[in-house]
């Protein structure tokens, strides 16, 4: 089931075009990474889901319908430009969040202390939002965002100023989250988290589509034809490859264009060579990305079905 | 409705917790009844001398004043004072004759006398009189002590002997005032004394001011609140929970409140023992109800001004800077309450009434002073109800836009933009 639908959407700022012309769906129960280099339209994107700024023109659509009051209250939503009632304590803070997302006031204190004790937080309880560190508000932060127990969690760059503990911390949560059958839409631009994370991408650039579908798919599409190889063998006997570069401790091997991975992996065995490892090589996300946004005006020919 | 009730219920709690609002609560009215005490901590430490009843000097080198009758003029000039102020009798300065002008301007100094009078010996035919007073500043050369006093003793001993003993009293006291009041249907009615005006005054006039003050304390919060959710970036949260609308009735809803409760602690504080001691208070059922209505209007349409402006400035004291133009708009009647206290129907006074901005202070003043005209009622609470209208949908329409600009004050055409945009 589809959790979160744009279609057709577009958004603009006196001539800035934020948003052009922009359809995706987010699956239920997935984790999908929104993103883009800075100024590219993720943000606004967000915005226009949660009915802060509204569309010139498109369809957004959350389980389906538009974004009414109940709707909204099934979304959890973490926003860039983010802060808490610094003079307000930790638990009346996280109760008044979930009271607006409507839980009654037995379940949003329940709610609260469930989620404080979770992230270690249950010693902050009474203590002003303002007293804490900033890690630990970060942490509250998230909690905030759990708290109404939503369905969506739309989570706009969270890993932002998170030491790698907490980073750690909160990649369990969305995980985690995921894994109880919760959709969670993620901006971030640590691509390495992506990667770890995500299952299917869509990339913003000047506010046109420029990547999507499945990270697999993708990376894939990305990468060399190459291998990445760990044996004792002669490559530049090897007729089948155009270059093999060291690469930590490993060999990756750039193979001629119509060479397929096993076409190599066989001449290997035939020669007797002993094969310790031996993997497709992939570019990482990372280089895709700055790949994609060197390449510059937004038009790539990257439109994938979907 | 269940969402403003809960924004509602927070605003006014986190509100009237904080440090700043208990004290202002407290804080208020102790440094109110201070500013009470200082002149009667100055009465009663004061020359107590010259306050008890006063000595003035009278140099008769004219040879008109008869001293005999001093104390007699003094009872009548004191009872006529009197029956125009139930403010407790006011002891005039006792009249001494003295034949030396150093002698008694060394008792001026030293203060064992007020002043001293020298009637000069061409009196009768210029009314020369010198007066010596110490210089304590131009007040103190504006009224003299026992002018009045001197007068009335003048004036009986010129008379004295010419003249009837009812004659003498008609001298002394030309006239005995009774004033009628007439009605704008025209009934005639005694007017009560000076005093029982006053004093049928305070119930409504102290429910002016308690009004206004609430009015301004509530949407002086709401401003705060407003450019505090900004500052502390939680407005985009609140936004993915409610509606701008919802966020703007809430905080209306609960600050409103917080700002009634601090007003009606310092009526309790304040008014009501005050009240109590000096006169029963006299507010009528229509006088109260209509005052409510106008501050529940009046209250509305700047909470939604001040809610408008907080979500411009980037923090807290930018947005205090921007909404001065509301706050300095709605206390100009204030400037002209002398005139419209006088004449609460002038045009003036009416003028205020019908511009939302003026209209709450202008016809809380005038209903806690007279009864206003239907018409006046109906186009004021009109305008106002308009006004309201504009300033809540404005407001939320700014909201949406502006909430979402951190450090960066939005300038008068983006603003513009925004309200006829959304």
């Known amino acids: 089931m589809t959790a979160i639908s744009l279609r057709g959407v577009r958004k603009s700022f006196d001539s800035l075009v934020a948003v052009d012309d922009v359809s995706l769906d987010v699956e239920r129960g997935e984790v999908f990474g929104l993103l883009g280099p800075n100024g590219a339209g993720k943000t606004t994107m967000i915005r226009m889901i949660m009915d802060i700024i509204r569309p010139d023109a498109g369809r957004i659509e959350i389980f389906g319908q538009q974004l009414t009051e109940r709707v909204k209250e099934q979304i959890g939503y973490l926003p860039e430009e983010r802060g808490l009632y610094t003079r307000q304590k930790v638990l009346s803070v996280l109760e008044y969040f979930a009271r607006l997302k409507g839980a009654t006031p037995t379940r949003a204190r329940q709610s609260a202390l469930t989620w404080l004790e979770r992230l270690g937080l249950m010693e902050m309880k009474d203590k002003k939002v303002g007293e804490l560190s900033k890690g630990n508000q970060q942490k509250v932060q998230l909690v905030a965002t759990l708290v109404g127990d939503p369905e969506i969690l739309i989570l706009d760059e969270p890993f932002t100023g998170l030491d790698p503990v907490n980073t750690r911390m909160v990649s369990t949560v969305i995980r985690e989250q995921a894994a109880a059958g919760k959709t969670v839409l993620l901006s971030t631009h640590q691509m390495a988290l992506v990667e770890t994370l995500c299952e299917r991408v869509f990339m913003i650039h000047r506010g046109r589509r420029v990547l999507y579908g499945h990270l697999d798919e993708i990376k894939r599409r990305y990468s060399d034809n190459a291998v990445l190889v760990r044996a004792a063998v002669d490559y530049r006997r090897c007729p089948l490859i155009a270059r093999a570069v060291p690469e930590n401790g490993t060999m990756r091997v750039y193979l001629n264009d119509d060479v397929r991975p096993r076409d190599f992996l066989a001449w290997m065995l035939q020669v007797g060579a002993e094969v310790e490892s031996f993997e497709r090589a992939t570019t990482p996300l990372e280089d895709i990305f700055i790949k994609v946004v060197q390449a510059g005006e937004g038009e790539t020919d990257e439109r994938p079905e979907g | ?422």
């Open chain 2, 1 to 422: 409705m269940r969402k403003i009730l809960v924004i509602a219920r927070h605003e006014f709690i986190a509100t009237v917790t904080r440090k700043g609002y208990i004290f202002a609560v407290i804080g208020m009215p102790l440094f109110f009844l201070a500013i009470a005490a200082i002149p009667m901590i100055v009465e009663t430490s004061g020359d107590g001398s010259s306050k008890e009843r006063g000595m003035v000097a009278v140099i008769d080198r004219a040879g008109v004043v008869d001293f005999d009758l001093a104390a007699k003029v003094i009872e009548r000039v004191e009872a006529a004072s009197d029956s125009s102020s139930s403010l407790g009798p006011k002891k005039g300065p006792q009249l001494t004759s003295y034949e030396d002008l150093d002698r008694a301007l060394a008792d001026l100094q030293r203060r064992r006398i007020q002043a001293c009078y020298v009637i000069e010996s061409d009196y009768m035919t210029t009314g020369r009189v010198s007066v010596y007073v110490r210089d304590e500043g131009l007040f103190s050369r504006l009224n003299p002590p026992g002018e009045r006093e001197l007068y009335a003793l003048l004036r009986a001993s010129l008379v004295k002997g010419r003249v009837s003993e009812p004659m003498l009293q008609r001298v002394l006291r030309p006239v005995n005032l009774a004033s009628m009041k007439v009605s704008e249907r025209g009934e005639v009615q005694p007017s009560e004394s000076e005093w029982d005006e006053v004093t049928k005054l305070i119930g409504p006039f102290g429910m002016f001011i308690l009004l206004t003050m609430a009015i301004f304390f509530s949407s002086g919060y709401l401003l705060q609140g407003m450019a505090e959710d900004k500052q502390n970036r939680v407005i985009e949260i609140l936004f993915s929970s409610v509606t701008p609308e919802q966020l703007l009735a809430g905080k209306i809803m609960g600050l409103g409140a917080a700002g009634l409760l601090q007003v009606a602690f310092y009526a309790l504080v304040l008014l009501v023992p005050s009240m109590v001691l000096v006169v029963t208070v006299q507010v009528s059922v229509g006088q109260l109800l209509l005052s409510l209505v106008y501050f529940g209007l009046g209250y509305l349409l700047f909470a939604s001004l001040m809610a408008g402006t907080g979500i411009l400035g980037s923090t807290v004291q930018e947005s205090n800077q921007l909404a001065a133009v509301w706050t300095i708009s709605s206390i100009v009647p204030l400037f002209v309450l002398g005139p419209i206290s006088e004449s609460p129907h002038s045009a003036l006074a009416r003028g205020f009434s019908y511009f939302p901005l003026t209209a709450p202070v202008t016809m809380l003043l005038r209903i806690s002073l007279t009864s206003v005209p239907v018409i006046d009622i109906l186009i004021s609470v009109g305008s106002l109800i308009v006004g309201i209208l504009l300033a809540v949908r404005g407001a939320a329409k700014v909201f949406r836009a502006a909430s979402l600009m951190y450090g960066k004050r939005p300038g008068l055409s983006e603003i513009l933009r925004w309200l006829r945009e959304a």
